[in-house]
Structure formats: C-alpha cells, structure tokens
C-alpha cells in the first residue's frame, strides 16, 4: 500500500509542476497573442505640420507612452497616427510586437524628415519586425495605412 501511495505523491508532484508550467506559458500566451483594449484617452493628441501637410497624431512623451505606442490598437478613428517626443537625439528602434496597424514611420531631426520606413502588422509579418531609423532621430512619427 504504501509503494501506490509513494506513485501517487510522486504523479502528483509531476502534474503539479505541469500545471503550473501550462499556466505561467498559457498567461503569457494569452498576453501576447491577444489584444488589449487600448484607452486612446491615455494620450493628448496635437496637430503636426510635416512639409506643409496636416497629421492629427496621438502623443507619445514619455517612456511609458514611448513603450506602449500604438500597441494593442485595431484602429485609429479620428487620428492620422502617433507622434513620437525624446529627450534627446539618437538611433531609434520600433518593432510590430503586438502591433496590428500597418504603419509607415517618418523619422524625424531637427523638425526635418530624414527618412521613412514601412512596418507591416504583427499579422502581416507573423514575427516581430524590428526596423531602424537611419541616423539620429528627435521625433518618430508613426502613419495608419488608411
């Protein structure tokens, strides 16, 4: 009797441990392939000027709001895209993680573009794509494909 009772503690450990397993990587799953209500009332929105044309754009000036971007949004009603503020003049980096919006980014110095760069959706490109600007940038503007 008490060799089924050492069987079954031991089973019990091991479906435990699986169980805890499933569900840590079930939770992280679920944060990652399924979108999060985004509140657009979390950000001020302004009108920017680039080369004579008019974009109504979200405002992203800090680091959260740097962090979250456009994330998690499955449109943009009312707004042309999201406007990107740093402190400071350097190489940026945006990638798609989450990101089911295709956007074309204008990258910015100085109130000058020096350059754009396509970033498809999360569920055009199925991997996350990382994309560069091509030298220091100030300001980032993400555009909404309409």
Not at 63 to 75: A, V
């Amino acid at each position: 009797m008490k060799e089924v009772f050492d069987i079954l503690r031991k089973h019990s450990l091991f479906v435990a441990v699986n169980l805890v397993l499933v569900l840590s990587l079930g939770g992280w799953l679920i944060k990652v392939f399924l979108p999060v209500k985004t509140n657009i009332g979390e950000f001020a929105s302004k009108e920017y000027v680039l080369e004579g044309k008019k974009y109504n754009l979200l405002v992203a000036d800090t680091p959260k709001k740097w962090q979250k971007g456009l994330m998690n949004f499955k449109e943009l009603n009312g707004y042309d895209g999201m406007l990107f503020i740093f402190d400071d003049r350097d190489y940026r980096a945006f990638w798609n993680m989450n990101t089911y919006l295709d956007l074309t980014l204008i990258w910015i110095d100085g109130g000058k573009s020096i350059g754009t760069t396509e970033l498809p959706s999360i569920i055009k490109t199925k991997n996350v794509k990382t994309v560069y600007s091509p030298s220091f940038a100030d300001t980032v503007i993400e555009l909404v494909h309409k």
